[in-house]
């Protein structure tokens, strides 16, 4: 028997030294050979040891040289973990998991993972390859070469390692070669940057593509970056040519200008002028980014008749668009008189007259021209000129001016002529006439104002006349008198002391000497404004709900007066039910005047009636209206509820009503005794004409449990409504131990109402949780201890807070109740110690042990005996001896007289029997 166990022990001794060889290989590490990081990001860094050893250091290691490292992080002896520069501590000591921060380019090379132990070292090496995201940027600028608008996009990737690559693309699609041109420069730097450059350059007028997309690659990019670039577009210009006349230093020229708005880029500009000897003077006008203007300046007299064309194009697009215009030329056909006389060209004139006019016209399309006069063929006499077209007289006329005059008006080689004769009559003398005097006057008395209109002086008498606006009547009275050859006329107004709106009215007086019409016009008072107000408000009288609606008209002479009206009303309001108002008149202060009314309305009689102050006065124009709808009444609502009230041991019924105009009579009805309880607590609540009743019945629970309560809503118009709620009918049955129990026997083995629960000694926060079963909404649990003092109970639960221990154990009671409702449990809880369990487990530990190296021994008798086979018969009944001095089963060669060859048939048991009381 014994050579089987150094049999096994030999085979472990050789997996577990096969096991230790493996486990010194390197590829107990788990590390990541290659691993690149992008500049300003960070990376993780992965080393793990697998083997079996017991790891006292580990460490990251830089190699700066092949014979110096740089320790960047780990665990020292003692387990103190280290860290520098970028690196993050590793996650424990046989995990060297890392996070680096990529903050140069230095960064890059080799590391070494190192793990060491009592035994050895043992490392791997990892190569950090670093890498940088290129800067990109754009920039687009705009130039003429040779005559020709270019724009020019540079992209830039900067500061890339390894170098970025650039390509260009429209819409996805790549350049024309005919339109785009591409020139890529690239440089390097010590540091492993490298620097790419590519320059895109177009002629603006061939492009028609509004964006360019500059594509750069680079590795440390997850995809490629694009960005977009607007381009500027040929776009043809709105063209326009015109012909302006202007004068300078006293000449006259036609300034041609020719514009291009809106081109991208602007156009050239060629003129086509006329053959001349003369050279036009030329200005380039400014009109900003958008527009360009050239413009010509012709000699009106020199260019009549010729041709003037502008061309608008470019250097690739010589004749875009052209426009011609035709320089006028100029004619003066005639010269006349604008109001000719009887006669031909004959112009009479009155002696002593002043600033006489002779109007002439010029017919022709000369922009302008001089007119000369002479008369008898000799200059202008000294009061006579001509201004413009005008020849002016100043005056006094006298016969001196009768004569022969010639003008004529010319505008460079254009002239024309004109003759005519001025007599002068003698002055006739007629009666002597003088305009009048004219003044107005206003004012105010009792009921009336008084307007008075008057021209005096004057011959003849003047005429005065009234202009009045429509609907407004007056009394006018005139009179006419004489003084001293002149005549005084008086006209007066009479109109009403105010009006309803803003009116003027207007007096005219005409006379020979006035040159027109004189007015005088006078704007009239109106009437104080008058403030008509309607106002209402809600009482509560009896339970009853009243509208009063009060109109008042404040500052409102002479008196007003106030009438009502009903609109929207079953039946209207007539003489009888007048006496339903409170009407009341009469001032409010003393020192202004107000008329004033009250109405004082019943809601439930006058509901959804639409309530009409009328107010009737002077200064309106029509009766002032204000209305007021009286609210309808909705249908009432009541709302039942029963239940406990807080902080009583009462229980509540309460019936809400909701309704509007008037308050209910409510009382309570016990059905099941038929009688009625007038409930004191009655709180009605008013908002407008709404009210809320609540009515509370208070009660003990188990007075009414399981019966009907009833609330009685009797409304004044004699209907009556009965809502009903029972009292819920509640009990508690039972209650359970969610614990683990077991039940306490009796003396004679018999089961108890008593739970046993056993708890630990010495730990604290242990519960026994109890279910309550029954139909009520909640309960209360107390408990006791042996000795009749309260335990500390939380929600359904009975809990030691404190350690556990032997004063703990004992017989509790606990009952739960609701009101009236309770039931009850005992308890009888119990208090283990640790050393019982353990002393237990290593009872049973021990005794299962036992049995199995029991068993084995006799498993390897068994097969000792079968291999013995050919030994003597003596020593097989000696083995059978000594084990029958164990245990004899009936199946034993001894018992049922078998002889030996039934020897295999023999069977042995062993039977341990371990008792142990918890």
């Known amino acids: ?341 009887s006669e031909k060209d004959l112009v009479i004139l009155e002696e002593e007259s002043r600033d006489v006019i002779i109007s002439m016209e010029v017919m022709g399309n000369v922009p302008n021209y001089t007119i000369n006069c002479t008369k008898d063929g000799e200059p202008m006499p000294k009061d006579v000129e001509v201004i413009g077209s005008n020849i002016l007289i100043k005056g006094p006329v006298g016969f001196n001016l009768s004569g022969h005059y010639q003008c004529q008006a010319s505008y460079h080689k254009q002239t ?122 809600t009482v509560w009288e009896n339970g009853v709900a009243y509208t009063e609606v009060n109109c008042s008209a404040d500052n409102a002479p002479p008196a007003a007066t106030i009438a009502w009206d009903t609109e929207d009303c079953a039946s209207g309001i007539n003489a009888s039910e007048l006496s339903s108002f409170v009407r009341h008149s009469g001032r409010q202060q003393e020192d202004t005047e107000g008329v004033w009314s009250t109405a004082h309305l019943s809601v439930q009689a006058y509901a959804g009636c639409t309530v009409i102050c009328v107010l009737k006065h002077q200064g309106l124009g029509r009766p002032e209206r204000k209305s007021f709808r009286i609210p309808s009444i909705g249908p009432p609502a009541s709302h039942l509820a029963v239940g406990p009230l807080r902080d009583s041991a009462l229980w509540a019924a309460v019936c809400e009503y909701r309704g509007d105009a008037v308050v209910p009579n409510i009382s309570w009805v016990i059905s099941n005794h038929n009688t009625t309880i007038v409930s004191a607590s009655i709180q009605p609540t008013y908002d407008d004409i709404k009210v809320l009743v609540n009515t509370t019945y208070e009660f003990e629970l188990h007075q009414y449990e399981g019966k009907n309560l009833t609330c009685v809503i009797q409304h004044n118009y004699g209907e009556e409504e009965r809502r009903t709620i029972s009292v819920p009918k509640y009990f508690i049955s039972s209650i359970v131990v969610l614990n683990k129990t077991s039940p306490l026997h009796g003396n004679h083995g018999q089961h108890t109402a008593v739970k046993r629960i056993a708890l630990q000694e010495a730990l604290p926060h242990q519960r026994i949780v109890f279910r309550v079963n029954g139909n009520t909404p909640t309960c209360h649990i107390k408990c006791f201890r042996p000795d009749g003092s309260a335990a500390h109970t939380v929600a359904l639960a009975l809990v030691f807070a404190e350690s556990v221990s032997e004063q703990d154990s004992g017989l509790y009671t606990c009952h739960a109740s609701w009101y009236h409702h309770k039931a009850t449990v005992f308890i009888q809880v119990d208090v283990t110690s640790q050393e019982t369990y353990m002393m237990t487990f290593i009872l049973i530990c021990f005794s299962s042990a036992a049995a199995i190296t029991l068993f084995l021994f006799v498993t390897m008798c068994v097969l000792c005996k079968r291999s013995g086979e050919s030994r003597s018969s003596n020593k097989v009944k000696k083995q059978r001896e000594s084990l029958a001095g164990l245990v004899q089963t009936p199946c034993s060669p001894e018992l049922n007289g078998k002889g030996p060859e039934y020897a295999e048939l023999v069977r042995y048991s062993i039977v341990i029997d371990v008792k142990s009381t918890v």
């Open 416 to 537: 024309a002529k004109l003759e005519l004769n001025i007599e002068v009559k003698p002055r006739v003398l007629l009666p002597a006439t003088f305009p009048p005097n004219i003044s107005f006057h206003f004012w105010k008395e009792v009921g009336n104002i008084y307007i008075e209109c008057l021209a005096s002086n004057a011959s003849p008498a003047a005429n005065v006349s009234w202009v009045l606006p429509q609907d407004l009547n007056g009394t006018i009275q005139s009179n006419i008198t004489s003084s001293n050859g002149s005549q005084t006329v008086r006209s007066i107004l009479t109109l009403p002391v105010c009006v309803s709106q803003e009116l003027k009215v207007e007096c005219v007086v005409e006379h020979l000497d006035l040159d027109g019409q004189e007015k005088r016009s006078v704007a009239l008072p109106t009437c104080v404004a008058i403030n008509v107000t309607l106002q209402s408000n």
């Open 1 to 341: 028997m014994g050579w089987l166990v150094f049999v096994l022990l030999g085979v472990f001794v050789n997996l577990s030294q096969s096991m230790e060889s493996q486990d010194l290989d390197g590829r107990n590490i788990v590390l990541e050979q290659n691993v690149t990081g992008v500049l300003g990001e960070e990376v993780y860094l992965r080393c793990l040891y697998k083997g079996p050893n017991n790891i006292t250091y580990s460490s990251w290691n830089r190699l700066e040289s092949s014979t110096n490292e740089k320790k960047m992080a780990g665990y020292r002896h003692g387990g103190k973990p280290f860290r520098k520069d970028s690196f993050s501590t590793p996650a424990s000591i046989t995990n060297l998991t890392v996070k680096v921060a990529i903050d140069s380019l230095d960064m890059e090379g080799r590391y070494t993972c190192a793990f060491s132990s009592d035994e050895e070292e043992i490392k791997e090496t990892m190569f950090l390859t670093v890498i940088a995201r290129p800067e990109i940027k754009t920039h687009v600028e705009e130039d003429v070469l040779n005559g020709t608008h270019y724009q020019t996009v540079t992209c830039s990737a900067l500061k890339a390692k390894p170098m970025a690559h650039i390509r260009w693309e429209i819409r996805g699609v790549p350049l024309s070669e005919d339109i785009f041109s591409i020139n890529t420069t690239n440089s390097k730097y010590p540091s492993g940057t490298s620097n790419i450059i590519s320059i895109l350059k177009f002629p603006i007028i061939l492009n028609n593509e509004s964006r360019v997309s500059c594509v750069v690659h680079h590795e440390a990019l997850t995809e490629p970056n694009m960005t977009d670039i607007n381009l500027q577009t040929f776009v043809s210009p709105n063209v326009s040519m015109e012909m302006v006349l202007i004068q300078k230093e006293g000449k006259d020229f036609l300034q041609v200008i020719c514009t291009a708005t809106g081109g991208r880029p602007h156009p050239d500009i060629t003129w086509v002028l006329p053959s001349s000897a003369h050279m036009p003077l030329s200005q380039k006008h400014n009109l900003g980014i958008e527009s360009v203007a050239i413009s010509y300046w012709f000699p009106s007299d020199l260019y009549e008749g010729e041709n003037v064309t502008c061309i608008f194009g470019y250097p690739l697009l010589p004749a875009l668009h052209t426009r011609s215009v035709t320089l006028p030329t100029y004619r003066i056909t005639s010269l006349k008189l604008r109001t000719p006389s």
